[in-house]
């Protein structure tokens, strides 16, 4: 199946009480991955905007880094991601900022535990 880029669904506002607005834009979501995952979905943070903290108990979160430099909290320290970075969240809080110059873009995905 082909999902065409103007069918995709575009949100635009805060994130998890975070900063600035932040884009998601759905890629594919509930039914179209079988109900294993939740939402599989490209995020842009623009510069000093962030993902507030949000917690992970029933379901995971992954994050690939496309574009940018952030900061994340990983378990109890706070660390510096960019290109090519993943980061897995489960059973844990996190929050993700753009601390760069440019957009922070990142694909997320969240699967159902």
């Known amino acids: 199946m082909i999902k065409r880029k103007n069918e995709l669904t575009?949100?635009?506002g805060p994130v998890a009480g975070g900063k600035g607005e932040i884009t998601?834009?759905?890629?594919l979501e509930g039914e179209e991955l079988k109900d294993?995952?939740?939402v599989f979905s490209r995020i842009t943070v623009p510069v000093g905007a962030s993902i507030?903290?949000?917690e992970h108990k029933e379901d995971f979160e992954v994050y690939y880094i496309l574009n940018g430099k952030g900061k994340v909290l990983d378990g109890e320290e706070v660390v510096e991601v960019g290109e090519g970075d993943v980061i897995y969240t489960i059973d844990?809080?996190?929050y993700i900022e753009?601390?760069?110059d440019e957009e922070l873009v990142f694909l997320?995905?969240?699967i159902n535990l």
């Open 10 to 12: 575009k949100i635009v």
């Open 24 to 27: 998601r834009e759905l890629i």
């Open 36 to 38: 294993q995952a939740k």
């Open 52 to 54: 507030g903290m949000h």
């Open 92 to 94: 844990a809080k996190h």
């Open 98 to 100: 753009n601390i760069g």
């Open 108 to 110: 997320a995905v969240v």
